[in-house]
């Protein structure tokens, strides 16, 4: 609560809402202004930065600038409902990605590399993917799953093994990956080895291709050709 005295005449008493102490101002700049709620720049910094403070939605630890989250993990498994249908008893509840789907997996960008959600959890609770065993494949066969003791890695073949013992069929391609079947294999390695030495829009018309499409052969490592 501020307090207001005349205690000398041209002078305005007013109490401090930071640090609590008493405080005088000029009568004219108090009839220009109003009465400061505190005493100087520090507390008025402090005041006003206590009344901005936020609390991450998923921890409770403290946030700045008007951010929901305090981490991106804790933005990613915000989005995650650990309530999941159970596809095996032994494995326990699925918790499945409520953001976006692509193809039927999770969608999210993780440092601008990943596509799918449950590579993203993988990272996040593991660490990198070893380029040995890239893929990050589902014991509970359930794609848009992100909980990580229901993954396991693998290299291509197990996961085309996987695939033929689930009886599932591939999932169709990208469509980036669509509209780049004109590639070549030679045209896809040589546009690999020319990134960051010459630009995607003076590489892309020599193979028929957007420079859109040379962009997302270089920026993800995933990125297969059909
Ligand atoms: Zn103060
Ligand atoms: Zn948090
Ligand atoms: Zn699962």
Redesign the pocket.
Known sequence: MQKQSSSSPGRVTAQ??????S?EMWRSYVKRRGISK???A??REAWTAARRQRWCLRCGASVVGGRKFCTPECKFWSRVDKNGPVVRVELGACWIWTGSKVVGYGGVTHGGLERYAHRCAWILTNGPIPDEMPWVLHRCDNPPCVRPDHMFLGTALDNARDRDAKGRHPPPPHPLETRNRKLSDEGFAEIQALKGVVRAADLAPRFGIAPGSVRAIWSNPHYRKP
């Open positions: 401090c809402v930071q640090c609590g102490r405080f505190t005493c100087n520090s507390c």
